[in-house]
C-alpha cells in the first residue's frame, strides 16, 4: 500500500476523534452495556466518516475502499471492541449492498441518512439456527400486492434495539438456496417488528446486540435492493468488506495490548529482576509483534487487490481466519504476563481476551473459512452422490 496525503489527513482525523469522543467514555459505556449510538454516530457523520466509500451525490466521500481499511485500522484504537462493532455494522455490512445495489429512493431515503449519522444501520442474516451458514435461513418474504409481508426470527443482531432501519435477507421464492433470498431494506418502524431486551454477551458488552421477531411485517417491494434472488451473492460481496474490516480493526487494539503488556513487564519485578528480561517473555512479545505485522501485510495486500478490482475471496478469507485467531493469541499470551492483574475486568489484555473471542465466529466462523481457502486453493472434497 501506498498511503497518500489524503490517507494519512483521514489517518489524523479518526484518530483524534477516538481519542476525544470515544476512549474517555469506553469504560462508562462497558459498564452500562451501551454506548449513545446515535450521538455518537452523528459526530462520526458529520466528520464524513461514516461515508468514506460511499458515493458523493449520497453525502459519502466517494474514496476507494483503502480509505475505508485506513478508517478501521484507527478505529481500532479504541479501547475495547463494542464501539468499532457497531460502527463497522453500518459502514462496512448494512449498507454496501444499499450503495452499490440499491435504487436511488432507496439510497436516498436510507443510504443518505445512515452517511449523515441520522440513521442507525443493522444487518439482519443470522438466525438461531442458521449462523455461518447463510444459506440455511428460513425467514420469508411474500408478495402481497405491491408489499412483501415478512415472517421469521433473526438473531445476533447488533445495533438492533437503537437501529432505524434492516438490511434484511430472507427467501423470496421456492427456488435453491443459493438462487432464492433476496436483501430488503425493513424500516424499524415498521407494525409487527419485535426487538428482543439486548443478549448478555461475553464480550463486546457496549454494542448492543438481540433478538429481533418479524411477524406479518409489511414492507413495499420497491424496498428490494437490486433485483430478487440476488440477495445470497450480495450478501457474500458484503461479507468481503466485513472481513476486511475485521482484520484491519484488529491491529491497532493487539498492538495497544502488546505495548501495554510491554510497559507493565519493565516495571514488574520478578525473583528480583524485571519480567520482560525473561527470554521468554520478551522473545514472545517480539513473535506476537511480528504476527501482527504478517496480518497487516496480508490485510493490506487484500485490500490494494480489492481496490484494483479483483478477486479477494482467498485473502480476504486468509486475513479473517488470522485475526480472529491471532486475537486469542495475543490476548492469552500477554494477560499471562499480568499474572493476577491479567485477570481483572478492566485489563487491556482481559478486554480483547473477551472481545477478540468474537473473531473466529461471526462474519463466519474459522471452519467456513478454511472451508473457502480450500476451496479456492481447489483442495476440498467434493459432495458424494
Not at 202 to 219: W, Y
Not at 251 to 262: C, P, S, W, Y
Not at 343 to 370: C, H, K, T
Request: proline letters at 4%; charged letters at 25%.
Amino acid at each position: 500500500m501506498q498511503f497518500t496525503q489524503e490517507h494519512e489527513e483521514l489517518r489524523r482525523t479518526v484518530r483524534n476523534f477516538v481519542d476525544k469522543e470515544l476512549n474517555p467514555h469506553v469504560r462508562e459505556w462497558e459498564d452500562a452495556g451501551r454506548f449513545p449510538i446515535h450521538e455518537v454516530f452523528k459526530k462520526m457523520g458529520d466528520l464524513g466518516l461514516l461515508g468514506v466509500t460511499k458515493p458523493e451525490e449520497f453525502g459519502g466521500m466517494g474514496l476507494d475502499y483503502s480509505y475505508g481499511m485506513v478508517m478501521s485500522e484507527e478505529m481500532g484504537r479504541v479501547h475495547c471492541g463494542g464501539v468499532p462493532l457497531a460502527v463497522g455494522v453500518q459502514t462496512d455490512m448494512a449498507t454496501p449492498a444499499i450503495a452499490r445495489f440499491g435504487s436511488d429512493e432507496l439510497r436516498r431515503d436510507y443510504l443518505a441518512p445512515a452517511i449523515a449519522g441520522d440513521m442507525v444501520a443493522s444487518i439482519a442474516v443470522s438466525e438461531p439456527h442458521a449462523g455461518s451458514d447463510v444459506a440455511a435461513v428460513k425467514t420469508t418474504a411474500v408478495k402481497d400486492g405491491d408489499d412483501y409481508l415478512i415472517n421469521g426470527t433473526k438473531m445476533w443482531i447488533t445495533n438492533s434495539p437503537s437501529a432505524d432501519f434492516f438490511c434484511l435477507l430472507a427467501n423470496t421464492s421456492d427456488a435453491k438456496p443459493h438462487v432464492n433470498k433476496s436483501l430488503i431494506v425493513v424500516p424499524k418502524d415498521a407494525a409487527g417488528i419485535t426487538v428482543d431486551k439486548p443478549l448478555n454477551k461475553l464480550g463486546m458488552r457496549s454494542s448492543e446486540t438481540a433478538q429481533v421477531f418479524f411477524d406479518n411485517v409489511r414492507v413495499p417491494q420497491r424496498n428490494l435492493i437490486g433485483q430478487e434472488g440476488m440477495g445470497f451473492m450480495m450478501q457474500m460481496m458484503q461479507f468481503q468488506e466485513e472481513r476486511l474490516f475485521a482484520a484491519a480493526n484488529s491491529l491497532k487494539g493487539m498492538e495497544h495490548v502488546i505495548d501495554e503488556t510491554i510497559a507493565y513487564a519493565k516495571d514488574r519485578k520478578v525473583f528480583g529482576m524485571s519480567l520482560i528480561d525473561n527470554q521468554s517473555v520478551h522473545f514472545r512479545l517480539a513473535e506476537l509483534q511480528t504476527e501482527v505485522e504478517a496480518l497487516r501485510a496480508l490485510t493490506y495486500q487484500a485490500c490494494e487487490m480489492y481496490v484494483n478490482g479483483k478477486d479477494v475471496l482467498q485473502l480476504a478469507s486468509m486475513a479473517k481466519l488470522k485475526v480472529g485467531r491471532l486475537s486469542r493469541e495475543v490476548a492469552d499470551s500477554c494477560l499471562q504476563y499480568w499474572g493476577g492483574n491479567g485477570f481483572m475486568w478492566e485489563n487491556p489484555a482481559g478486554q480483547l481476551y473477551r472481545d477478540g473471542r468474537l473473531g473466529s465466529i461471526g462474519g463466519g466462523a474459522d471452519e467456513v473459512m478454511l472451508g473457502i481457502i480450500c476451496k479456492t486453493m481447489d483442495i476440498l472434497p467434493g459432495k458424494k452422490k
